[in-house]
T-cell receptor
Framework: AQSVSQHNHHVILSEAASLELGCNYSYGGTVNLFWYVQYPGQHLQLLLKYFSGDPLVKGIKGFEAEFIKSKFSFNLRKPSVQWSDTAEYFCAVLYNNNDMRFGAGTRLTVKP | EAQVTQNPRYLITVTGKKLTVTCSQNMNHEYMSWYRQDPGLGLRQIYYSMNVEVTDKGDVPEGYKVSRKEKRNFPLILESPSPNQTSLYFC??????????????FGNGTRLTVT
């Protein structure tokens, strides 16, 4: 069965530090890739997505992600985090246009 | 305002007492799905629906039922809830899962506790 792995369960950073959250997925045909963010007490919101074209995608709030097909990876990055980025981040993969799989999530805590 | 509405937001019930969590979207989306979110496990899909009267099992369908009699509504039914169904549940919709540029729109979640 297809699966999505997020390697970091909890990341703690100071403000202005750089962020990289790992996401790897199992092979399963055509994939579309997403990162969602869940702020405390809220529902998931789309951060960015990749369907085709430039493998470096830019999302909201200064986030970006790079799709590396050969490594089955879609890591999320931000050059300088802010306290307001404290949230849980979920990588998601849509396989073959109808099977959406989520990673276990990475909790990010940014210390002011 | 375009949104996915779940009710109730919080629910505490006892083992075996049937319950329904409602989900409604006002965006005319074909695709709707239910997820449960558990610590360390992320979101796991329970059931999904590609259109009216079409439903399919996700990863963890046991103990749940759904129906899609109308496009806008996709209720989640627990016929006989058990404590292992204590979780945070999210409903989501999208225009259609098979078309590009169709991210999921999530509801605000329902926190269910089964004692």
């Amino acid at each position: 069965a297809q699966s999505v792995s997020q390697h970091n369960h909890h990341v703690i950073l100071s403000e202005a530090a750089s962020l990289e959250l790992g996401c790897n997925y199992s092979y399963g045909g055509t994939v579309n890739l997403f990162w969602y963010v869940q702020y405390p007490g809220q529902h998931l919101q789309l951060l960015l997505k990749y369907f085709s074209g430039d493998p470096l995608v830019k999302g909201i709030k200064g986030f970006e992600a790079e799709f590396i097909k050969s490594k089955f990876s879609f890591n999320l990055r931000k050059p300088s985090v802010q306290w307001s980025d404290t949230a849980e981040y979920f990588c998601a993969v849509l396989y073959n246009n109808n099977d959406m799989r989520f990673g276990a999530g990475t909790r990010l805590t940014v210390k002011p | 305002e375009a949104q996915v509405t779940q009710n109730p937001r919080y629910l505490i019930t006892v083992t075996g007492k049937k319950l329904t969590v409602t989900c409604s979207q006002n965006m005319n989306h074909e695709y709707m799905s239910w997820y449960r979110q558990d610590p360390g496990l992320g979101l796991r899909q329970i059931y999904y629906s590609m259109n009216v009267e079409v439903t399919d099992k996700g990863d963890v369908p046991e103990g749940y039922k759904v129906s899609r009699k109308e496009k806008r509504n996709f209720p989640l039914i627990l016929e006989s809830p058990s404590p292992n169904q204590t979780s945070l549940y999210f409903c989501a919709s999208s225009p259609i899962a098979t078309v590009d540029n169709s991210p999921l729109h999530f509801g605000n979640g329902t926190r269910l506790t089964v004692t």
